[in-house]
């Protein structure tokens, strides 16, 4: 199993079509470095990012530079992780 | 594995191993009106099994739902196993569904990625196209969610393998979508089509591919109104609802709009809900409502369906 610890998802308010293809740009990145949950698409809907620890610093300074506002969704996708196959477990036991 | 679908715990998530056993189950249990059919194989060899769901008749006319069409959207596969288990419970209770199944048949393909769903359980849990290898392909897997024969490569798909988005070699090129295609095809009497995503809360109609409004428009954005209104009567989850390509992004190769080219004039695609802070991981806590409301939404379309005939 892979292991997310420590990777978040981050939710980013675009305010413009010109921020929108900033987020794109990410897209295009080699090796990819972030994974988009919900992808951006118009200025009225967030976009959801999972970001790996080890990229979590230029990222966050990347979204800040650009002054693109960000919130974060999930904290340690790990911590999810675990809780959701301890509760499979449970059940089914 | 569960002996019966009645000690099968449907506010849990379960592995590909589980949902093909209860399938069996329910199949045995309810021969009467349920039975299973082969489809087809997926890239690793997996079979893909569609439940259809028929009182009698032959070549009725059809609905068809599939979930789990990118596999680390396990909230789908959950819905989908409810909603069958509902269908079994409730059609001889008359009413709207005792009327739907007197006129015409629904089939549900549970798991329509199995290879990725497999891999989401044994090795990536956010995994989210199928397993397809080529020779001299560096990277793993096509989204089977661009993959159809519709605006093909268009914009909102990749051409780059290593891309979510990856729209693969040519139209129908995974085993996975060929499959659906073939059957739905030979089967000729499909009239409507809901393919089951998540997550963001949103009913959408074709076209993804192109901003152009489809013939009956209209009609599609007073159903989905009637169907995300029937859903937020449930538990209050609000969607919004529209076009693909207008509500949310452009997208090409997506099951809906083949579905509509296709002749099938009430194709919807779902996004259920992540309730603003959980993305793919939706609690297992929230199974049951997200089914409860879903299912609500998809009987005000089987219902209009079946009022107007075409």
Redesign the interface.
């Known amino acids: ?2 292991n ?1 610890t420590g990777d978040q ?1 981050l939710r980013v308010l675009a305010r413009d079509e010109k921020q929108l293809s900033l987020l794109r740009d990410l ?1 295009g990145l ?3 470095k972030v ?8 200025p009225s ?1 967030p976009v ?1 990012m ?1 970001v790996p620890f080890s990229e979590l610093k230029d990222i966050k300074a990347y979204l800040e530079s650009h002054g693109l506002a960000y919130s974060v ?2 904290k340690d ?1 790990q911590v ?2 675990d ?2 196959r301890e ?2 477990a449970k ?2 036991r | 594995l569960e002996r019966s679908t009645s000690s099968f ?1 449907y ?4 592995t590909l191993e589980e949902i093909y056993s209860w399938i069996d189950n329910l199949v045995t249990e309810h021969s009467d009106i349920v039975s299973k059919i082969h489809i087809g194989n997926s890239f690793e060899n997996r079979s893909i099994l569609v439940l259809k769901f028929s009182t009698g008749g032959s070549q009725r006319p059809a609905i068809w739902i599939d979930t789990g069409i990118h596999s680390r959207e396990w909230i789908t596969h959950a819905t989908g196993i409810w909603i069958a288990k509902k269908i079994v419970n409730e059609y001889s209770k008359g009413g709207v569904l005792t009327d739907i199944l007197n006129a015409m048949d629904i089939f549900i393909e549970l798991v329509t990625n199995p290879d990725g769903f497999a891999f989401t359980h ?5 995994w989210r196209k199928n397993k397809s290898t080529r020779p001299g392909i560096f990277c793993i897997g096509v989204d089977l969610n661009r993959n159809w024969n519709s605006g093909f490569g268009g914009n909102g798909s990749n051409n780059n393998p ?3 988005t990856y729209h693969g070699p040519s139209p129908q090129s995974e085993p996975e979508v060929a499959a659906i295609v073939n059957f739905i095809t030979g089967h000729g009497n499909v009239k409507a089509l809901i393919s089951i995503h998540s ?2 809360q949103m009913l959408m109609y074709p076209y993804g591919h192109s901003l152009q409004p489809v013939a009956n428009q209209e009609e599609l954005y007073h159903l989905a109104k009637g169907a995300v209104k029937a859903l937020y009567e449930v538990h209050g989850i609000e969607y919004i609802f529209g076009s693909i390509s207008t509500t ?2 452009v997208a090409s190769g997506i099951t809906v709009d083949w579905a509509y080219d296709r002749g099938i004039k009430y194709a919807f695609s779902f996004e259920l809900r992540d309730t603003g ?5 939706l ?2 806590s929230q199974i049951i409502p997200t089914a409860q409301e879903t299912w609500l939404a998809i009987l005000t379309i089987m219902e209009h369906t079946r009022t107007h005939p075409y």
Not at chain 1, 35 to 42: H, K, L, T, V
Not at chain 2, 122 to 126: K, V
């Open positions: 199993q892979m997310f998802v897209e080699k090796p990819q994974d988009f949950w919900r992808g951006p698409a118009r809907l959801d999972r969704m999930i996708i999810l992780l809780e959701e509760t499979m059940s089914r | 715990s506010s849990s998530y379960h044994s090795m990536n849990r956010l290593c891309s979510e997550y963001s949310l992004y802070r959980y993305g793919f991981l609690p297992a």
